[in-house]
């Protein structure tokens, strides 16, 4: 009697496992935003296949190969423009050119250097952007600063100049890299200057707290600006943004911009637990409209299938299990960067059969 109900249980788990295996729910994305190009004919077809819906391209043979197969193309990405590099804290400049590596010896082979430099940023938890998990973490990119009249003025010009060569039928643009290096704020004299009258005209103190809403502040102010001029200029297009880097103590501050399709991380490259993800999940989705009505909150999940990085590896199995969490929390849209890890063997299958239409 034991070894039936054994055998019956067993049976039940196999089930089970197969049931998530073979999506019986037939549970798919809508739509599958991706930040990756079709760089060539292959790679378009690849990404049709696997149910990109929604792409970034940077010419007219990659536009046409995205309409071709089927895929929206967006034109070009803007990335924040300004009159200098923000400005850190000493310690914080600090930490940004040991993870860039500014001290090695230039004539280092570059495997040599970027193996040094994986080392450091795996022993200090560099998370890349994503939310820090040390009080210092800064983003090895730099980021002009766009706190000002002159930054949002040479940020039009550039938008102007993007906009020259977009296809006629092109459906909007990608935004990215609007944030700040080291989480928290930029501080320059200029942001400084505005910050102390920011605090002088509301009598309020210096606090970690009114700093928060400041810069936050100044961030939602910059996207609009930005997004406001791009639809003045072209009233059809539909701006996607992914808020990145991750803003200290306001991670999902997302839904105050204007972007038409928003995406907020709900699981950084590196692996967050399945309540986190639920919960940020829940949040994009149920909020995404509390400043704007045409809004829409996409969840967006970072991948890296490269295993010899200090940027996390992700398996297919969990990059499954991390769509499947999404789909539950109701949503029927999904955005995904690297775009290039939905074209690997593997990670291909598991968005085909998430994402794919057939």
């Not at 860039?100 to 890349?128: A, N, V």
């Not at 706190?147 to 040479?154: A, I, P």
């Not at 005209?201 to 791009?230: A, M």
Request: proline residues 4%.
């Amino acid at each position: 009697m034991v070894e039936k109900m054994l055998s019956f249980s067993f049976c039940l788990v196999l089930l089970f496992c197969g049931c998530r295996t073979e999506n019986p729910s037939n549970m798919k994305f809508n739509r599958l935003f991706c930040w990756g190009m079709p760089n060539n004919e292959k790679n378009a077809a690849r990404y049709a296949s696997a149910g990109v819906t929604d792409i970034r391209v940077e010419n007219q043979k990659q536009y046409d190969l995205a309409v071709k197969y089927g895929m929206t193309p967006y034109w070009k990405c803007f990335y924040p423009v300004g009159p200098y590099i923000q400005v850190m804290t000493p310690e914080e400049q600090k930490h940004h050119e040991y993870i860039s590596g500014k001290d090695l010896d230039r004539k280092l082979p570059y495997s040599e250097r970027m193996k040094i430099i994986h080392k450091r940023r795996t022993e200090i938890k560099h998370l890349y952007g994503g939310e820090p998990v040390t009080e210092i973490d800064t983003i090895g990119t730099k980021i002009a600063c766009f706190n000002s009249d002159e930054g949002l003025e040479l940020s039009k010009k550039k938008i102007d100049k993007l906009l020259e060569g977009a296809p006629k039928n092109v459906k909007g643009m990608y935004m990215d890299y609007i944030g700040y290096m080291n989480h928290r704020g930029c501080y320059c004299k200029n942001c400084l200057a505005k910050y102390r009258k920011y605090l002088a005209d509301r009598k309020l103190t210096d606090t970690p707290e009114n700093r928060t809403v400041f810069y936050r502040k100044k961030l939602v102010e910059y996207y609009n600006g930005v997004i406001d001029y791009i639809k003045s200029k072209r009233p059809d297009f539909k701006i996607v943004v992914h808020i990145y880097p991750d803003f200290r103590n306001d991670p999902l501050f997302g839904n105050r911009t204007k972007a038409d399709y928003c995406g907020q991380t709900v699981s950084w490259y590196f692996k967050w637990d399945e309540k986190k993800i639920r919960k940020y999940t829940d949040f994009v989705l149920n909020h995404a409209q509390d400043h704007y009505s045409n809004a829409e909150g996409i969840p967006f999940i970072g991948i890296n299938e490269n295993k010899n990085s200090s940027l996390a590896h992700k398996t297919p199995a969990e990059v499954e299990r991390e769509l499947q969490i999404i789909l539950e929390c109701g949503s029927s849209t999904v955005m995904v960067c690297n775009g290039t890890a939905i074209l690997r063997d593997g990670y291909y299958e598991v968005f085909r059969k998430y994402c794919s239409k057939e």
